[in-house]
């Protein structure tokens, strides 16, 4: 790639992306907010709009009449220049529900299409599944398999990125070494892959109380499993095979009996949650069942927070978050009264001084935070793109 630092080519290429990169974000602007936006003259912008224009990247969306002299058009990113899709893989375990959940947006955010799936992944190949499921997406939204140009994968497990292989990941096929080249090779795009804890943290960050925060922590309180997620500024801690966080996994030892060795997923993992509320006369199929149902169950609560303060005070004590968010559907279907429960067994357990928050995020976070991941990496391509292309 020849040197362009100082060329025309490399001022036109930062012009355009720098527009571009406004119209994705606000959208709907005119010339006049552009210009005082990047700084550039009336002629620069016309030309960068002429050329985003010319590559179907950008399109006239209306015409503003409030001000004197001609209406000016106004500018917005096209949605269908691309698109993004994402697909939540999840172990069913104790819950019942879909094995695969999924969506498309357009390159505004815009939800498409979505769908859910039961897929039995001990007869079904993970590759096959995945582009089927890409796919029936596409179908739903009429958009043309080119047009996706990013499948964000959120996945139970640790993806070693250098390995190119998931690891700590029960669902059947997915810890198959190539598996993920396979399936990007298969739907001819890029494929991303990401726990889904931490999708869940991109969520948080994007849409709930983790939005002005300049870190936090998000404790994951799953149906079957634990997770942490790290969040440093907007910055995602994965660690060096992408394990960071994988707290279910952290050893305890069991107060009555100093050789029987207990994991945290042991203390308040769904399965414990279940017999917890057993031991209370509290009844559910799912852990979340469970909690919604023992919202005046003060002992029960009780009991339950002061297991999840164990796991905070380790969180709280290494990394001295701001704040840490409770999250997955058993924070959910806890809400208030586990929130207040957990603050008072975490004061009782240790002199910490992080605020707790539970997640106000109502949807499926993983899912919303694999949207905002792959259309974040589809955005970033497109702007990369233009440069690349002044090349």
């Given at each position: 790639?020849?040197?362009?630092?100082?060329?025309?080519?490399?001022?036109?290429?930062?012009?355009?992306?720098?527009?571009?990169?406004?119209?994705?974000?606000?959208?709907?602007?005119?010339?006049?907010?552009?210009?005082?936006?990047?700084?550039?003259?009336?002629?620069?912008?016309?030309?960068?709009?002429?050329?985003?224009?010319d590559a179907g990247l950008v399109t006239v969306v209306g015409h503003n009449s409030?001000?004197?002299?001609?209406?000016?058009?106004?500018?917005?990113?096209?949605?269908?220049?691309?698109?993004?899709?994402?697909?939540?893989?999840?172990?069913v375990g104790t819950s019942g529900g879909p094995s695969v959940v999924a969506a498309?947006?357009?390159?505004?955010?815009?939800?498409?299409?979505?769908?859910?799936?039961?897929?039995?992944?001990?007869?079904?190949?993970?590759?096959?599944?995945?582009?089927?499921?890409?796919?029936?997406?596409?179908?739903?939204?009429?958009?043309?398999?080119?047009?996706?140009?990013?499948?964000?994968?959120?996945?139970?497990?640790?993806?070693?990125?250098?390995?190119?292989?998931?690891?700590?990941?029960?669902?059947?096929?997915?810890?198959?070494?190539?598996?993920?080249?396979?399936?990007?090779?298969?739907?001819?795009?890029?494929?991303?892959?990401?726990?889904?804890?931490?999708?869940?943290?991109?969520?948080?960050?994007?849409?709930?109380?983790?939005?002005?925060?300049?870190?936090?922590?998000?404790?994951?309180?799953?149906?079957?499993?634990?997770?942490?997620?790290?969040?440093?500024?907007?910055?995602?801690?994965?660690?060096?095979?992408?394990?960071?966080?994988?707290?279910?996994?952290?050893?305890?030892?069991?107060?009555?009996?100093?050789?029987?060795?207990?994991?945290?997923?042991?203390?308040?993992?769904?399965?414990?949650?279940?017999?917890?509320?057993?031991?209370?006369?509290?009844?559910?199929?799912?852990?979340?069942?469970?909690?919604?149902?023992?919202?005046?169950?003060?002992?029960?609560?009780?009991?339950?927070?002061?297991?999840?303060?164990?796991?905070?005070?380790?969180?709280?004590?290494?990394?001295?978050?701001?704040?840490?968010?409770?999250?997955?559907?058993?924070?959910?279907?806890?809400?208030?009264?586990?929130?207040?429960?957990?603050?008072?067994?975490?004061?009782?357990?240790?002199?910490?001084?992080?605020?707790?928050?539970?997640?106000?995020?109502?949807?499926?976070?993983?899912?919303?935070?694999?949207?905002?991941?792959?259309?974040?990496?589809?955005?970033?391509?497109?702007?990369?793109?233009?440069?690349?292309?002044?090349?």
């Amino acid at each position: 790639m020849p040197r362009l630092a100082g060329s025309s080519k490399l001022l036109r290429a930062m012009n355009e992306s720098a527009a571009l990169a406004h119209l994705l974000e606000p959208g709907r602007l005119t010339r006049a907010d552009l210009r005082r936006l990047t700084a550039l003259s009336t002629p620069t912008i016309s030309e960068v709009l002429r050329r985003l224009t010319d590559a179907g990247l950008v399109t006239v969306v209306g015409h503003n009449s409030g001000r004197p002299g001609p209406n000016a058009e106004i500018y917005a990113a096209n949605p269908d220049a691309a698109y993004a899709a994402a697909v939540s893989v999840r172990d069913v375990g104790t819950s019942g529900g879909p094995s695969v959940v999924a969506a498309l947006c357009d390159l505004t955010g815009a939800v498409r299409a979505r769908l859910e799936s039961r897929i039995d992944f001990l007869h079904t190949d993970p590759k096959t599944a995945m582009v089927d499921v890409v796919a029936e997406l596409g179908a739903r939204a009429g958009v043309p398999a080119d047009r996706i140009r990013h499948v964000q994968l959120g996945v139970a497990g640790a993806y070693d990125s250098r390995a190119e292989t998931i690891r700590h990941v029960d669902v059947p096929g997915f810890s198959r070494p190539g598996l993920v080249p396979d399936i990007a090779a298969a739907l001819g795009t890029h494929v991303g892959v990401d726990n889904d804890v931490n999708l869940a943290a991109v969520a948080e960050r994007r849409r709930g109380v983790g939005r002005e925060a300049d870190g936090f922590a998000l404790l994951w309180l799953g149906e079957d499993g634990l997770g942490l997620a790290i969040d440093i500024g907007g910055a995602l801690i994965r660690g060096a095979r992408g394990g960071a966080g994988e707290i279910g996994y952290m050893p305890l030892y069991s107060p009555d009996s100093t050789y029987r060795k207990v994991d945290l997923q042991d203390l308040f993992g769904g399965a414990a949650i279940l017999e917890l509320g057993r031991d209370h006369g509290v009844s559910g199929a799912t852990p979340s069942d469970v909690v919604a149902a023992a919202a005046d169950a003060g002992e029960f609560l009780a009991h339950l927070a002061d297991r999840i303060a164990v796991g905070l005070a380790a969180v709280i004590a290494v990394l001295d978050p701001s704040l840490v968010v409770l999250a997955g559907p058993v924070a959910q279907a806890g809400g208030r009264p586990l929130l207040t429960a957990v603050n008072v067994a975490l004061r009782r357990a240790a002199p910490l001084e992080s605020t707790v928050a539970v997640t106000t995020i109502n949807d499926d976070a993983v899912l919303l935070g694999a949207l905002d991941a792959g259309l974040t990496a589809v955005r970033e391509a497109l702007i990369a793109s233009i440069r690349d292309n002044e090349a």
